[in-house]
């Protein structure tokens, strides 16, 4: 059977396919964001939907695709894309909030940039650990592992099978937690460091009380926290790869649990 034949006798199935694909497409790191045109991931689902329905054909049970019930297995399919791609996320989402903590200590709570994946006003070095992430990322072939687990993802859990959340949310809170963990393993050697120069211009300050360490406090946290940040760089980035080597098993882990 040729593929046109299979797509007008199945368009149900293709149609949850494509809605599945579109799903993690969508919502996939360095992918999702205002940078990348719509029409582009729209074009990418379709395209990927069309290589990989043939293959998961055989997957999706025969069930009544009456509209109502369309409609709700269509719900379930964007639940679960939206799902994977905050999996995903969680790992940029702690090196931004690392780079938070770490642009307060250097005095950059006020300097904002705009985050072109959000389309919101971050912080910059909330912006550099994003960018960060984002290379090391593509580096190791981040994307790889989500095209390979969205086609598992058929094998898995196939479309019209319905969803098991009783132990898939508690596991992604427990993730989001993980997350604010992560953040602070970036940048702790850091930030510690910081706090250490203002308890040192701290004592100068009593001991010559006509300095000014307010205004040297700037440049010089400044100054130190780059310093240590490019000595600190192959850690993070360790750090980093370590994560995202481990996306893969922490995706079909998840894929156990939302199996019924």
């Given at each position: 059977m040729?593929?046109?034949?299979?797509?007008?006798?199945?368009w149900p199935?293709f149609?949850?396919?494509?809605?599945?694909?579109a799903a993690?497409?969508?919502s996939m790191p360095?992918?999702?964001g205002?940078?990348?045109?719509a029409?582009?991931r729209a074009?990418?689902?379709?395209v990927l939907a069309?290589?990989i329905?043939?293959a998961v054909?055989?997957t999706i049970?025969d069930?009544?695709?009456?509209p109502?019930r369309?409609?709700?297995?269509?719900?379930?399919?964007?639940?679960?894309?939206?799902?994977?791609?905050?999996?995903?996320?969680l790992?940029?989402?702690?090196?931004?909030f690392?780079?938070?903590?770490?642009?307060?200590?250097m005095?950059f709570a006020?300097a904002?940039?705009?985050d072109?994946q959000?389309?919101?006003?971050?912080?910059?070095?909330?912006?550099?650990?994003?960018?960060?992430?984002s290379?090391?990322?593509?580096?190791?072939?981040?994307h790889?592992?989500f095209?390979?687990?969205?086609?598992?993802?058929f094998e898995v859990?196939p479309?019209?099978?319905?969803?098991?959340?009783q132990?898939a949310?508690?596991s992604?809170?427990?993730m989001t937690?993980?997350?604010?963990?992560?953040g602070?393993q970036?940048?702790?050697?850091i930030?510690?460091?910081?706090?250490?120069s203002?308890?040192?211009?701290?004592?100068m300050s009593?001991i010559?009380?006509?300095?000014?360490?307010f205004?040297l406090k700037?440049p010089?946290n400044i100054?130190?926290?780059?310093f240590?940040?490019?000595?600190?760089?192959?850690f993070?980035?360790s750090i980093?790869?370590?994560?995202?080597n481990?996306?893969?098993?922490?995706?079909v882990?998840f894929?156990?649990?939302?199996?019924?």
């Amino acid at each position: 059977m040729d593929l046109e034949a299979l797509l007008s006798q199945h368009w149900p199935s293709f149609l949850l396919c494509f809605i599945r694909v579109a799903a993690i497409i969508g919502s996939m790191p360095v992918l999702s964001g205002g940078q990348t045109p719509a029409r582009l991931r729209a074009g990418l689902a379709l395209v990927l939907a069309v290589i990989i329905f043939p293959a998961v054909d055989g997957t999706i049970p025969d069930i009544n695709f009456a509209p109502l019930r369309l409609f709700v297995l269509g719900s379930q399919e964007v639940l679960l894309g939206l799902m994977l791609g905050f999996i995903g996320r969680l790992l940029f989402l702690a090196a931004q909030f690392g780079g938070t903590i770490l642009g307060f200590q250097m005095g950059f709570a006020a300097a904002n940039i705009l985050d072109p994946q959000s389309q919101q006003q971050i912080q910059l070095m909330s912006q550099f650990q994003n960018v960060l992430a984002s290379l090391v990322f593509l580096a190791v072939d981040g994307h790889h592992v989500f095209l390979r687990s969205l086609a598992r993802s058929f094998e898995v859990v196939p479309p019209g099978g319905g969803l098991h959340l009783q132990d898939a949310v508690p596991s992604m809170v427990a993730m989001t937690g993980e997350m604010f963990v992560l953040g602070l393993q970036l940048t702790a050697p850091i930030y510690v460091i910081l706090i250490l120069s203002d308890f040192i211009l701290g004592i100068m300050s009593r001991i010559f009380p006509q300095l000014n360490a307010f205004m040297l406090k700037f440049p010089i946290n400044i100054g130190v926290a780059f310093f240590f940040l490019g000595l600190s760089a192959e850690f993070i980035v360790s750090i980093l790869i370590s994560e995202f080597n481990g996306l893969a098993q922490r995706l079909v882990e998840f894929f156990e649990l939302v199996r019924q």
